[in-house]
């Protein structure tokens, strides 16, 4: 009983239970949100440049810290009024990853996700059976002659800032036409192939890279460009390996290598969407009834 009543005394003299802050759900809310955006943040620096970079800004935060601890006046005092300009310089040299990120946070279907809203776009089927069996017979054909190929499909999100850099075509998808695009020493094979619904928007298109450091390295151009596209974008990207004929697919910033017909199949009607089709028409067959 004595252990006990002296642990009871240590506690109630060094920790008082009236100054613990009571907890309403908002907070319980806030420590989540505040996680989640810590995780996103710890996420983005690791697949990114940033992740170098953040090293060497822990070794100069060391520094900064035996310099206050031994009273080192003078570096603190650089530090102090160089602060501004470090700032300044951070946000120069992180520009282009602090760019992506708010590219990735504003897209449509990360906000869809969350406020469940539908901006743009039709919420129909997105392109017929006839395209998506255009575009496993190309991509397939062209992946057994060993034809580098890069095929965006574009979805909710407008593909136009990537559109504008190619040569604008606007025909019908065919697996002849695309093969004929994607030939060697053709003017059209170099760059990707966008696709909107039924028709091939534009060629020749110019993509941006990842910087995902988790990819393979023997990965090339055209991966890393498929990748890129998906990270920024919603679309679905086909690649077709011109070194090993094998097609992969890239879908919310990963990549899925090596595919077969029945993942191709199974990714590309998904992506046709032909289910708000289906609930359409039966809405409308019951206002009918009605």
Request: charged letters at 25%; aromatic letters at 8%.
């Amino acid at each position: 009983m004595t252990g006990l009543s002296s642990i009871t005394d240590f506690l109630e003299k060094y920790i008082s239970f009236e100054s613990i802050p009571r907890m309403v759900i908002t907070d319980y809310i806030e420590i989540l949100l505040i996680s989640f955006l810590v995780y996103s943040v710890l996420v983005w620096i690791k697949n990114s440049k940033a992740w170098s970079l953040l090293r060497g800004i822990i070794v100069i935060g060391l520094f900064i810290l035996l310099a206050y601890i031994f009273q080192m006046n003078t570096i603190l005092w650089l530090v102090r009024n160089g602060l501004g300009v470090v700032l300044m310089m951070l946000i120069v040299i992180f520009q282009p990853e602090l760019r992506r990120a708010l590219d990735v946070l504003g897209r449509k279907s990360f906000v869809a996700q969350i406020m469940k809203i539908n901006v743009g776009g039709s919420s129909g089927e997105r392109f017929s059976d006839k395209t998506r069996n255009e575009l496993i017979r190309a991509s397939f054909e062209m992946g057994r002659a060993r034809t580098g190929a890069l095929i965006v499909i574009e979805q909710v999100e407008p593909l136009e800032e990537y559109i504008r850099t190619g040569i604008a075509l606007d025909s019908i998808v065919s697996s002849q036409l695309l093969i004929n695009i994607f030939e060697h020493n053709t003017p059209l094979h170099d760059g990707a192939v966008i696709i909107r619904g039924d028709r091939i928007i534009s060629a020749t298109c110019y993509l941006p890279l990842s910087e995902n450091m988790a990819l393979s390295k023997e990965l090339g151009t055209r991966h890393r460009a498929g990748v890129g596209i998906s990270e920024m974008t919603d679309s679905l990207t086909i690649i077709v390996s011109e070194e090993t004929g094998r097609i992969s697919v890239a879908y919310e910033g990963e990549l899925f290598r090596n595919v077969d017909l029945d993942f191709l199949t199974e990714k590309l009607t998904l992506l046709q969407n032909k289910n708000a089709d289906a609930r359409k028409f039966r809405l409308w067959k019951g206002r009918e009834k009605k």
